[in-house]
């Protein structure tokens, strides 16, 4: 059974941390483009950006909030301290490196991307119920593609089950200041949707030009044939490349059969999990949804 | 007081007493005797069903240890990016220090120590000297056999005698080998406070800043005479049970802990060549 999210009280937060209404953590897949918004954001002033990712909840905080759930009773850090108490040092604990990343750089803001952080999008929400949430997608094809490519050598289910597992981790929460932008669209009008991004964060600039400019001069991501690993993403998860207006196609038949072949091998030998798990009901819904657009949309 | 400085302005310069020692090697009753003292605070042990004692065990420096790692990377990344290490242990302390002051303030607001013990911490020395040089540390140390005997024999031990052996061994050397980093260490063994609870906790009550009156000293007599965490063995607590093994158990934990029984004068000479 899933453990209850650990949520620390806004007003605990409000009144003891550095970071109070000033993180912005950016969750996304690694192969997304996240850097590029990281970077874009860290150009304006009074916006502190981290040079290199924190790994906090992914290694340390992640482990602390599991200690505290995994070992409940007095046997435990609870036999110490109240759920509040221990999650506001905790709080204090995490802000640590970000405050003193603002504070060297004389910044109001700081903002930080980690590639593992989406799977830790529960406790981040949790901990930081003030700081902003930057969920940025990119179509999972394409990062699973990238994801099972040399330079990552992921299994291209696995790279499929990341993109799939990230997305639904951070799309799943329930957050008072989560934002989702698709990187395509960040790149193609980088003016207008970082002048759209920054006023919704609170982030008080008179002009987003500049880091506009220095986005547009990275250029379009590179092109990416989707392979085995997009096909998996595009049979499995159809329903998160709808909702994030993803459109379908695109995917060559040999590659969609190599999917196929990969996703049922997975399936008996047991390795894929979730993934494996859900092929059936999700290739059935995938089934139908085909027939149903044939016949015109009565199905 | 003079001593090693925390790494950061702490409520808790000087007040933290850790116990260390291998599982059931008697950590939970000295930590239950040091609670003796009214200037000592820590989480007492509990009973939660059927007359069972569990000791308290908070398990905090192995919760934090991930970010100890963080802070280590080889890679750039991480904590240490961020910031220098004495600012990463200054973070860590102020972190336990919160804790601990919610526990002070649930088990004994007024005291001025505060004691806590966990078994796990055997493996985080290198972390607790970074963040808590003011600490003082108390390593309990009991005769191998009878550890292994008492360890295999509960549900919570790793299944047998030899592993039982081989993680007192573990264990041991390794607070022995870390001891170094720590400016205020003690050891005790549990034979000799099983033969004189009073007068051994007393010297440790000194040893870290308290004074010990008729009061602690009655206090003291009262609860070196209760028992805990026993898991439900009828055979009464002592030292020298593991002449209750067989030979061939005998034998299969000193395989394992010979050395290092013979090392801390557990065997007589005789005994070693026997176990060789």
């Known amino acids: 059974m899933k453990p209850e999210p650990l949520a620390l009280d806004i007003e605990a937060a409000r009144g003891a941390s550095a970071l109070f209404d000033r993180a912005i953590f950016i969750l996304a897949t690694p192969e997304t483009g996240a850097e590029r918004l990281l970077r874009a954001l860290g150009s304006l002033p009074g916006v502190a950006a981290a040079p290199v990712p924190t790994h906090l909840f992914s290694q340390g905080i992640g482990r602390l909030l599991d200690h505290w759930r995994l070992d409940p009773g007095p046997a435990a850090l609870s036999g110490l301290a109240d759920a509040q108490d221990f999650l506001l040092a905790v709080r204090l604990l995490a802000d640590a490196p970000l405050a003193a990343l603002a504070e060297a750089q004389g910044a109001e803001w700081a903002v930080e991307y980690s590639p593992g952080h989406p799977a830790h999008a529960e406790e981040i929400a949790g901990l930081y119920p003030d700081a902003r949430l930057v969920h940025v997608v990119r179509d999972g094809r394409e990062v699973a593609a990238r994801l099972s490519s040399p330079v990552y050598k992921r299994a291209p289910r696995y790279a499929a089950r990341l993109w799939i597992d990230d997305q639904r981790a951070v799309s799943d929460l329930e957050h008072d200041h989560l934002f989702v932008v698709r990187i395509e669209d960040l790149l193609a009008e980088p003016e207008g949707l970082l002048e759209e991004l920054v006023k919704a964060l609170g982030i008080e600039v008179s002009s987003v030009a500049a880091a506009a400019e220095a986005l547009g001069r990275l250029g379009d991501l590179p092109d990416v044939r989707p392979g085995r690993a997009g096909a998996i993403v595009d049979t499995v998860a159809y329903d998160l490349l709808a909702r994030f207006d993803y459109p379908e196609g695109g995917i060559g038949a040999s590659s969609r059969a190599a999917a196929w072949a990969e996703m049922l091998a997975a399936s008996t030998a047991g390795v894929a999990g979730r993934l494996a798990t859900e092929t059936g009901p999700r290739a059935v819904g995938r089934a139908r949804s085909w027939i149903a657009e044939r016949r015109g949309g009565d199905g | ?276």
């Open chain 2, 1 to 276: 007081m003079s001593g090693p400085r925390p790494p950061c302005a702490s409520a808790f310069a000087d007040a933290n007493v850790f116990v260390l020692g291998t599982r059931r090697s008697g950590t939970t009753w000295l930590a239950e005797l040091l609670l003796a003292h009214p200037d000592v605070a820590g989480a007492e042990a509990t009973e939660p069903v059927a007359g069972q004692f569990v000791p308290q065990e908070s398990v905090i420096f192995g919760g934090v240890s991930d970010l100890w790692v963080n802070a280590s990377r080889a890679d750039g990344e991480g904590m240490a990016a961020y910031l220098p290490p004495v600012e990463v242990a200054g973070a860590l302390r102020a972190f336990c220090d919160r804790i601990f002051a919610a526990g002070r303030a649930r088990h004994g607001p007024r005291a001025r120590r505060f004691v806590e013990k966990s078994p796990d911490n055997n493996k985080r020395l290198p972390l607790m000297a970074t963040t808590h040089p003011d600490a003082w540390y108390v390593h309990i140390v009991r005769d191998g056999r009878d550890v292994s005997r008492s360890l295999a024999s509960v549900h919570f031990g790793p299944g047998n005698l030899a592993a039982s052996a081989a993680e007192w061994v573990r264990d041991v050397r390794l607070v022995r080998e870390h001891r170094w980093r720590l400016s205020r260490y003690r050891e005790v063994r549990y034979e000799d406070l099983l033969a004189d609870p009073v007068g051994q906790v007393g010297d440790l009550l000194r040893w870290v800043g308290l004074d010990v009156d008729a009061q602690v000293t009655r206090r003291l007599s009262e609860r070196a005479a209760k028992e805990v965490a026993r898991y439900g063995s009828n055979v009464p607590s002592g030292a020298g049970k593991w002449r209750l093994l067989g030979p061939a158990e005998g034998a299969a934990v000193l395989d394992v802990a010979g050395d290092l029984l013979a090392e801390l004068g557990y065997l007589d000479p005789a005994e070693g060549e026997g176990a060789a």
